[in-house]
T-cell receptor, first 116, second 116 residues
Framework: GAVVSQHPSWVICKSGTSVKIECRSL??????MFWYRQFPKQSLMLMAT?????????EQGVEKDKFLINHASLTLSTLTVTSAHPEDSSFYIC????????????FGSGTRLTVV | AQSVTQPDIHITVSEGASLELRCNYS??????LFWYVQSPGQGLQLLLK??????LVQGIKGFEAEFKRSQSSFNLRKPSVHWSDAAEYFC??????????????FGAGTRLAVHP
C-alpha cells in the first residue's frame, strides 16, 4: 500500500533557529501534500496544502513566512519552521494524496518539534 | 461551514465490551467519511472509509461504521474491544463541493481507554 515517510520523527532546536521537516511518498506520486499541526490532546489542524510545482495554499491564521512549504517534486514536500519559538513546539503531521481522489490520503508518522 | 463533531472526548470501556464512537457531520452534500486511529506519538492509520453504496462499512482490526444520512452520522463500532484498541480516534470528512480547494476536516477526536 501507499507509504509516506516523514523525517525526522522528533527534533529539539534552540529558539531562533530554523527546522526543516521532510515528507516523502515512497511508492506513489503525490500530486498534493498537506501539513497538519496537532497540539497535545487536540485534533489535527490543517496548516497548508501544497501542489507539486506551485505555491502552497495556507489556512487562515497560518503565517506563510514562518512556515515555509516547498513541494518541488511529486515525492517530496518540506515544511520549514523559521525562527522557531517555544510556542511553535507541536506535533506536525504530513499527508500525501495521489491524484484528485479522496481515496488516496496517506499520513506520515509525524514529527515532534520541541523548541527550547 | 463544514464541520465534523465527535461528541465524546473520552470514553472508557472494559476489555471485551462493545464500543460505539459517535461522529456527526455538517455538510451541504454527503461528504466522503473516514475513521482514523492514532496511537500516542504516532501518525494516523486509516480504519475505514465511506464513499457510497452499502451504508455499513467494514474496516481493519474488527471495526465497522454505519453511515446514516437521516442523522448525518457515521458512528464507529466494535463488538468486542481489546486492550490494544486504546488510542485516539478521529472522524474526518472530505467534500468535493466544499468550495475552493478540497481538504480533509477532522473532528476533535475521542480518546478511548480500555480497562482490563
Amino acid at each position: 500500500g501507499a507509504v509516506v515517510s516523514q523525517h525526522p520523527s522528533w527534533v529539539i532546536c534552540k529558539s531562533g533557529t530554523s527546522v526543516k521537516i521532510e515528507c516523502r511518498s515512497l511508492d506513489f506520486q503525490a500530486t498534493t501534500m498537506f501539513w497538519y499541526r496537532q497540539f497535545p490532546k487536540q485534533s489535527l489542524m490543517l496548516m497548508a496544502t501544497s501542489n507539486e510545482g506551485s505555491k502552497a495554499t495556507y489556512e487562515q491564521g497560518v503565517e506563510k513566512d514562518k512556515f515555509l512549504i516547498n513541494h518541488a517534486s511529486l515525492t517530496l514536500s518540506t515544511l520549514t519552521v523559521t525562527s522557531a519559538h517555544p510556542e511553535d513546539s507541536s506535533f506536525y503531521i504530513c499527508s500525501a494524496r495521489g491524484g484528485d481522489s479522496p481515496r488516496g490520503y496517506t499520513f506520515g508518522s509525524g514529527t515532534r518539534l520541541t523548541v527550547v | 461551514a463544514q464541520s465534523v463533531t465527535q461528541p465524546d472526548i473520552h470514553i472508557t470501556v472494559s476489555e471485551g465490551a462493545s464500543l460505539e464512537l459517535r461522529c456527526n457531520y455538517s455538510y451541504g452534500a454527503t461528504p466522503y467519511l473516514f475513521w482514523y486511529v492514532q496511537s500516542p506519538g504516532q501518525g494516523l492509520q486509516l480504519l475505514l472509509k465511506y464513499f457510497s453504496g452499502d451504508t455499513l462499512v467494514q474496516g481493519i482490526k474488527g471495526f465497522e461504521a454505519e453511515f446514516k444520512r437521516s442523522q448525518s452520522s457515521f458512528n464507529l463500532r466494535k463488538p468486542s474491544v481489546h486492550w490494544s484498541d486504546a488510542a485516539e480516534y478521529f472522524c474526518a470528512a472530505y467534500s468535493q463541493f466544499s468550495g475552493g480547494y478540497n481538504k480533509l476536516i477532522f473532528g476533535a477526536g475521542t480518546r478511548l481507554a480500555v480497562h482490563p
